[in-house]
């Protein structure tokens, strides 16, 4: 088996961009709240070999939210100087997404977005789970394929899959149905390859699980925090991210969640 050198990654999710910098999503200055992440990252020890960002970009998926994406976010992001890898969410919305960020003319709403990076020798695997009009997510068939076609072509140990909801049950009732839909199907695809680990969001705070012979874990929300610990869907506005490491072939995750109460300096 091939083994896959030591080395550091950022693992953001669910920024939910308004339209505009200022703007408020779940009460809070959104953007702000991704600069107040970035920051962090920025003083970390770790050099990233790239940043991943695993959907609900914008909150409400409208044209404007994508224009501050690419105008604000993405400079921010890029300014670590290696890969910036984004999905999406189903907050997002793929047409305008499409159109502000790639600069695609007349783009399809139900043009799944999904592709494979090679980050020196990560391969990850950036999968769009959204279904639209939903909540909960599904990757459908014909990535499913793509996936396992992918896999058959990429270095045991050295894959990492991306997508925005989370692949495993999180133990709160009320939000179980936000699952993926086709998880065990993707968890047969993934069980021969040694996957390195699967990273979601969706859920605003951080699940760790057994999945597929790996680890399925979910980022912190860069908004805010959702209350794993009650049914009541309570929600802190601390920003938070995965800081991720590569040791020894294994994926290690360290959840990270500001206290912006502090006061800073
Ligand atoms: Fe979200
Ligand atoms: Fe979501």
Redesign the pocket.
């Known amino acids: 088996m091939a083994s896959i050198p030591d080395q550091s990654f950022f693992h953001l999710?669910?920024l939910?961009l308004p339209d505009r910098a200022g703007g408020l999503s779940y009460d809070v200055d959104a953007l702000g709240q991704l600069r107040r992440v970035v920051a962090m990252a920025r003083a970390a020890d770790a050099r990233p070999t790239c940043v991943i960002v695993s959907g609900?970009l914008s909150d409400a998926g409208g044209p404007e939210s994508y224009v501050l994406f690419r105008e604000v976010v993405l400079p921010e992001l890029e300014a670590f100087n290696v890969p910036v890898l984004y999905g999406l969410?189903n907050?997002d919305r793929r047409a305008p997404f499409r159109k502000a960020v790639l600069g695609e003319a007349g783009a399809d709403e139900e043009a799944q977005y999904y592709y494979k990076r090679v980050v020196g020798d990560l391969h990850v695997f950036m999968l769009d789970s959204k279904v639209t009009g939903k909540v909960s997510g599904a990757l459908g068939p014909a990535q499913r394929a793509w996936l396992a076609a992918e896999l058959e072509r990429t270095p045991h140990g050295q894959a990492l899959i991306v997508l925005h909801h989370s692949v495993t049950l999180w133990g709160i009732a009320n939000v179980e149905e936000d699952q993926l839909a086709d998880s065990r199907e993707l968890a047969e695809i993934l069980a021969p390859h040694a996957v390195l680990g699967v990273l979601g969001?969706?859920l605003?705070f951080s699940v760790v699980g057994a999945f597929a012979g790996s680890v399925s874990i979910t980022a912190p929300?860069v908004?805010n925090q959702w209350d794993p610990t009650c049914a009541g869907m309570r929600v802190y506005s601390q920003p938070g991210f995965n800081l991720c490491t590569v040791r020894a072939g294994r994926l290690l995750i360290n959840p990270i969640v500001l206290d912006v109460s502090r006061p800073q300096g």
């Open positions: 999710s669910d939910h609900d969410g907050h969001g969706h605003h929300g908004v």
